[in-house]
């Protein structure tokens, strides 16, 4: 008698395991699950095997061939479409001219064959059905039957009020070849549902009779580990590859166990492992061939694929590891965790319970996963960037990810309180504001909504009395596919790093504050926003001087929400301006290009004579600037002119400038009377130093600027009104100021640099810099008669920042390169 193995299935309930591979090809004890099927099938006398194949057909036929080398003859059918249970079998009915056995692919089995077939034969039945006892049978189609086993009956997954049997299909059929008669050609066709009730309501001979033996079905990944238990207890007779060095120990060839490891067993370990000393391989352990399990590792009830590297202390509960995965030191996984194949799992990180990680996905050193990571591209270490929460809209920010995050953004706060909330013109930040707001509502945080608007508005607003902080959402203006959540503080600046860390530890543990349905939180929206914003810059400049001077410029609104608040605010300063895209597009903010923009922009001042032309970002922080000769300005030249033209105004103020700006424009402050305030180069610790009253300016050196007169917050917009003003105060034109500016000669380098060896590397560089003056406000500067060098280790990539200044290119150059070559031979070693 021929057998039919349906092979088909995708085993969807066992993902992230069976992303890469059909679901018949999982291993069960380092053995596909059909391997197992073809070895039952073989030992009760079948040999002439026809496998039908839909998800991933060449997986199984390289692995099997024709089924010479498991002592069978085998051949396939594959499904272009789906067709079902039946409509499967049907289409290798080429090959069924006589009574055939069909038995499912992917199921856990030493069913009795042969008395089965018995059974079909001696009842003289058109099809029989293989039935098993089971405790739970709400998921598995029920068969009632009489005492002789002619069929009465068929349940679908019942409730349990149509509970009347404890026997249920094993999806092991004997059957004549009449029964294609039942099956209609071309269409998705169900044996259960379908054909053996049209035979029960024919009144066909349809038995059922109940096996003997073990049967599981591995559906789910619960299921996956305990059928590995079952294997362990040899609760089921299959064969387990290995020598079976005591009493369910199997260990494959080619393996080292160190002498100080500890292996409990149950457990199989394949070819070719090495187990190394203090490890601790605990019950129910399963390692694939060519696993390497490194010191003072503790795995218990885990299954792990192939080609899969354990480092030093890993601490594995319950968990499934698939192929070719890299899980570092000090990992730990908690019960129910599963990891996809070929993914990196960096030092410290934890997995939590029931975590499913899928494939060819990457975990940072010391990440802390509560949740299953599907589409996004990384487990991040930490959740919170430079600027905030970054990363791909719906993939790795999600609605559902971003209401937790405002419950836990709200569990900070003080109930009933009041947050603002803005965006940019996307439909990926309209949809994550709109689930944040739910999530602050559910933590009983009450909402003022500006809907879209300039990052700056959101800042202003933010200061009022009542506002205890904002959110804002926008795409990033560097991955237009990428969203950014930017959180602000009641006085408008970006929120701090502890503030950052502690709605992080609460969305870790998600401890979050939930309201009764009398205190949910509200949303309303904030009155006469822009009008007050544009109102207070007009107050911060000398509007009678600007209509007399009447000036000529260019202005570029990036497509962005600047556009707003611009035009009112021109026709109050009396310039004739010529706007350039002065309208909201989202599709203008994706493709914004800061150079290009400023080459239009560049040209239309040459053109039009006009005396500047300015550029601004998206958001609204960020600020380039032409000058009346159309030269655009670099970020460097366009802080050292604003230094340039506050003049006089600086002497006993104070210039707030990251450690990172160029020491030209320190020079310019203290020339000017004033002194320099370095700080940190994230956005927080600069707007932070601004808030001092003796500061009267402050940058990064990305074209972001701060008039803390008006606001301790980037603002383009207050910038541009502040650069206006002082150019007609000074009553010269900007080029004359470009020209009375130093050159500065830069070079910068990106060294990879592991996670776990930054710290050596900076401890090293301070020790070998004790001969030269140092700064260590972020980072480490040091010092050199001919400039400086900066080497900062990024905060949120494998990397370290080397940046060097000196008065001529080439010596800056040279600086940058030997310090960069310093940290590639330290990561070497």
Not at 47 to 76: C, H, K
Not at 427 to 440: D, E, I, P, W
Not at 469 to 474: C, D, I, K, L, S
Request: aromatic content about 6%; charged content about 25%; some cysteine.
């Amino acid at each position: 008698m021929k057998a039919v193995i349906m092979a088909g299935g995708e085993g969807t309930r066992l993902r992230p395991l069976t992303s890469n591979v059909p679901k018949p090809m999982m291993p069960l004890a380092n053995r596909p699950m059909m391997e197992h099927v073809v070895d039952l099938l073989k030992l009760h006398g079948f040999d002439d095997i026809v496998v039908t194949l839909a998800f991933m057909p060449n997986v199984i036929r390289n692995w099997f061939g024709n089924g010479s080398e498991f002592g069978v003859r085998m051949v396939y059918a594959i499904e272009e479409t789906p067709l079902g249970t039946a409509g499967s079998v049907r289409n290798a009915m080429a090959e069924l001219d006589e009574p055939f056995l069909v038995i499912s692919g992917d199921v856990l089995t030493d069913i009795d064959l042969t008395k089965i077939v018995e059974f079909h034969q001696a009842k003289q039945a058109m099809s029989t059905i293989g039935l098993f006892r089971v405790e739970n049978p709400l998921e598995f189609g029920i068969v009632i039957t009489r005492e002789d086993g002619a069929v009465e009956r068929f349940l679908e997954k019942p409730g349990w009020g149509q509970v009347f049997s404890d026997t249920i299909n094993t999806g092991i059929f004997v059957l004549e070849p009449a029964i294609f008669d039942y099956i209609e050609p071309g269409r998705p066709v169900d044996f259960s549902g379908e054909v053996f009730p049209a035979l029960l309501e024919d009144g066909k001979p349809i038995y059922g009779a109940i096996g003997e033996g073990y049967w599981a079905d591995v559906g789910d990944l619960e299921s996956y580990v305990s059928a590995h238990a079952d294997i362990l207890d040899r609760t089921v007779s299959i064969r387990i590859e290995g020598f079976e060095q005591r009493e369910h120990l199997f260990v494959g060839d080619n393996v080292v166990i160190h002498p100080d490891a500890v292996v409990s067993g149950p457990a199989v370990i394949g070819d070719n492992c090495r187990i190394e000393q203090g490890v601790r391989l605990g019950p129910y352990t399963v390692l694939g061939a060519n696993v390497r399990v490194r010191a003072d590792a503790d795995l218990e009830r885990v299954v792990v694929a192939e080609n899969t590297y354990l480092a030093e202390r890993v601490h594995l509960r319950g968990t499934v590891v698939g192929r070719a995965c890299d899980l570092r030191r000090g990992v730990r996984t908690d019960e129910g965790a599963v990891i996809g194949d070929q993914c990196f799992v960096g030092e410290l990180a934890m997995v939590g319970a029931g975590v499913k990680i899928y494939p060819f996905k990457t975990i940072e050193s010391g990440a802390m996963v509560n949740s299953s990571i599907v589409w996004e591209s990384k487990g991040s270490r930490s959740l919170f960037g430079r600027d905030g929460v970054r990363g791909l809209a719906n993939v790795d920010i999600t609605p559902e990810l971003v209401t937790r995050l405002a419950m836990a953004y709200g569990s900070t706060l003080k109930q009933g309180e009041i947050v603002v909330t803005s965006r940019d013109s996307s439909r990926s930040s309209r949809m994550l504001k709109r689930s944040f707001q739910a999530g602050l509502n559910a933590a009983g945080i009450s909402v003022q909504d500006l809907e879209v608007a300039p990052l700056p508005v959101a800042r202003f607003v933010t200061r009022r009395p009542a506002i205890a902080g904002a959110v804002t959402f926008r795409l990033d203006e560097a991955d237009p596919q990428s969203v950014l959540i930017g959180f602000i503080d009641s006085d408008g600046a970006d929120m701090s790093e502890n503030g950052h860390r502690r709605i992080e530890r609460l969305l870790n543990r998600e401890d979050y504050r939930r309201v009764f349905p009398a205190e949910i939180g509200d949303i309303d929206y904030a009155p006469r926003a822009l009008e007050h914003y544009a109102t207070a810059i007009e107050s911060t400049v000398d509007l009678p001087m600007l209509r007399a001077a009447g000036m000529k410029m260019v202005t570029d609104f990036g497509f962005g929400s600047v556009s707003f608040v611009m035009p009112n605010l021109m026709s109050k300063f009396g310039a004739e301006v010529m706007a350039v895209n002065p309208f909201v597009s989202t599709l203008g903010v994706a493709g914004f290009d800061r150079i290009s923009h400023a080459q239009r922009v560049a040209e239309l001042v040459t053109t039009s004579g006009a005396a500047l032309g300015v550029i601004f970002s998206p958001g609204g922080e960020q600020l380039t600037v032409v000058d009346d000769r159309g030269r655009t300005l670099t970020d460097d030249q366009a802080l050292m002119a604003l230094i340039d033209l506050r003049g006089p105004a600086l002497e006993g103020a104070s210039v707030a400038l990251p450690v990172s700006a160029t020491a030209r424009a320190s020079e310019m402050v203290e020339a000017l009377g004033g002194s320099v305030v370095l700080t940190p180069t994230s956005p927080a610790s600069i707007m932070a130093a601004s808030s001092d009253p003796s500061v009267c300016f402050a940058s990064d050196t990305h074209g972001r600027f701060i008039v803390p007169g008006f606001m301790p917050a980037f603002d383009a917009i207050a910038t541009f009104a502040s650069l206006v003003d002082l150019l007609a105060k000074s009553c010269r034109r900007l080029s004359e100021v470009v020209d009375s500016l130093p050159p500065v000669h830069m070079a910068s380098r990106d060294v990879i640099t592991p996670w776990e060896q930054k710290g050596a590397v900076m401890r090293v560089l301070v020790e070998q810099a004790k001969d030269h003056r140092i700064d260590l406000v972020d980072g480490v500067r040091i010092h050199h008669d001919d400039g400086w060098a900066l080497i900062l280790p990024d905060p949120e990539e494998p990397t370290t920042l080397v940046m060097a200044e000196a008065q001529r290119p080439d010596t800056a150059n040279r600086l940058a390169a030997e310090y960069a070559k310093r940290i590639e031979e330290m990561v070497r070693e």
